[in-house]
Structure formats: structure tokens, C-alpha cells
């Protein structure tokens, strides 16, 4: 199973981007789906995320402006980001929890991982 992340781009701050998580193989509708970022010099920072029956959870940074959702059909899970800040800037990874326990704010409880998309937000 691989991941595969796009969407990324710079955007001007109160502006918006899609980001998409397409999976490839495996039965995506059972995974539990997570985004996490990480800004120069930090450390990796959850997002959002959305477990296989869609209970949906955020971190309080970018709750309110920033939207995940996922389509089964398409294999895809999305991070729509809206009112973007600058400090919103950073590399969006996807995760995939394929089996076992999972938390969603914790990364070791992810299995897979795309390859990271760029989103830099300019004033």
C-alpha cells in the first residue's frame, strides 16, 4: 500500500488550498486517516484526522478553518485548509493506520506515509 499526497502550493495568508491522500492497494475504507505537518526547525504537529467509520478530531490550531473528510469510492482522504495563516505554513503529511490500536495524534500509531506536500502561506 502506498500513499500519495498532492494539493500542496503557496497561497497568500486568509487564502485556501485542497490537499488529497490517495491510497494505492490495500482496503482503504478500514483505514483510520491522519494529517500531520512540520514547519522548518519543528517538530512534526498533528492536524486532523478521521478514523474508517468518520469520527472526525482536530488540533485546536486549525479547528474552525481547516475541514477533513475522505471519499471510499475514490480511495482518498482530503484536508481542505481555509483562512490559512502563516504559521500554518509546513510540510502536510499523510498517515494511514491500517490495523491495530490507533490514536490519532500520535504518529507511531501510523503504519504508512505519504511522501509530504509543501504548503507555504505568504502575507
Not at 482530503?78 to 495524534?105: H, I, M, P
Request: overall charge positive; aromatic content about 12%; glycine content about 12%.
Amino acid at each position: 500500500v502506498q500513499l500519495q499526497a498532492s494539493g500542496g502550493g503557496l497561497v497568500q495568508t486568509g487564502g485556501s488550498l485542497r490537499l488529497s491522500c490517495t491510497a494505492s492497494g490495500g482496503r482503504f475504507s478500514d483505514f483510520n486517516m491522519g494529517w500531520f505537518r512540520q514547519a522548518p526547525g519543528k517538530e512534526h504537529e498533528f492536524v486532523a484526522a478521521i478514523s474508517f467509520d468518520r469520527l472526525i478530531k482536530y488540533s485546536d490550531s486549525v479547528k474552525g478553518r481547516f475541514t477533513i473528510s475522505r471519499d471510499n469510492d475514490k480511495d482518498t482522504v482530503y484536508l481542505q485548509l481555509d483562512s490559512l495563516k502563516l504559521e500554518d505554513t509546513a510540510v502536510y503529511f499523510c498517515g494511514a493506520n491500517t490495523r491495530g490500536s490507533w490514536a490519532a495524534q500520535i504518529r507511531g500509531t501510523y503504519h504508512l506515509w505519504g511522501q509530504g506536500t509543501l504548503v507555504t502561506v505568504s502575507s
